[in-house]
């Protein structure tokens, strides 16, 4: 199993500011995504974090907008930049362990 | 595309009663389905998973899933329901070779005494 822990768990940010989220794992996981949860609705995948590499984003997601880095096995960060009140939503990231997504906490992202 | 539905966004039971919560999906080959249990202010918590085999899967918390092919569906029930199962309930499909997940809309489940 894995425990994934992100940091911050909230915060408010006013409009054209950025938020980079923090997240770590207790173990090395193969695999690390960053989900995105908008009001009331479902997890919609931003991208998949790669370890040295640049991260694969899904449709609609781009690297200016979500600079994602993952510089090991353990540890992932989530930038969201030039930010409006739409991106006000909670980000979760998840890892990987033998075919098992576990996910973290979650941050609950405001833009005033 | 693959999809993921779950038809039903909030139910309601009383504490004891059975429960069964309907996902159906759209996969063009032989899915690795999942759900998930978010309580309030909480990460999301993986109740069972179906990669292959027998198609009854059994999972914690007294939750179990059934796959049914021929339905694409994965239904979860639990025979008797406990207070502390009121959360949102997502099911999900795997992509193969992938880990990505794909989550359906999510059902509330509200459990009254």
């Known amino acids: 199993s894995a425990v994934i822990s992100q940091k911050p768990s909230r915060d408010i940010c006013q409009r054209g500011t950025s938020l980079t989220i923090q997240c770590q794992v207790d173990s090395q996981v193969t695999m690390m995504f960053w989900y995105r949860q908008q009001p009331g609705q479902s997890l919609t995948l931003i991208a998949t974090a790669n370890q040295g590499s640049e991260a694969t984003y899904e449709s609609g997601f781009v690297i200016d907008k979500f600079p994602i880095s993952r510089p090991n096995l353990t540890f992932s960060t989530l930038t969201v930049s030039n930010l409006s009140p739409e991106d006000s939503s909670i980000y979760l990231c998840s890892g990987v362990v033998q075919g098992e997504q576990y996910f973290g906490p979650g941050t609950r992202l405001t833009v005033t | 595309a693959q999809s993921v539905t779950q038809p039903d966004i909030h139910i309601t039971v009383s504490e004891g009663a059975s429960l069964e919560l309907r996902c159906n999906y759209s996969?063009?080959?032989?899915?690795?389905l999942f759900w998930y249990v978010q309580s309030p202010g909480q990460g999301l918590q993986l109740l069972l998973k179906?990669?292959?085999?027998?198609?009854l899967v059994q999972g914690i918390k007294g939750f179990e899933a059934e796959f049914k092919r021929s339905q694409s569906s994965f239904n979860l029930r639990k025979p008797s329901v406990h207070w502390s199962d009121a959360a949102e309930y997502f099911c999900?499909?795997?992509?193969?070779?992938?880990?990505?997940?794909?989550f359906g809309t999510g059902t509330r489940l509200q459990v009254f005494p």
């Open positions: 179906y990669f292959s085999g027998d198609t």
């Open positions: 996969y063009g080959a032989t899915p690795y």
């Open positions: 999900a499909v795997g992509l193969y070779n992938t880990d990505k997940l794909i």
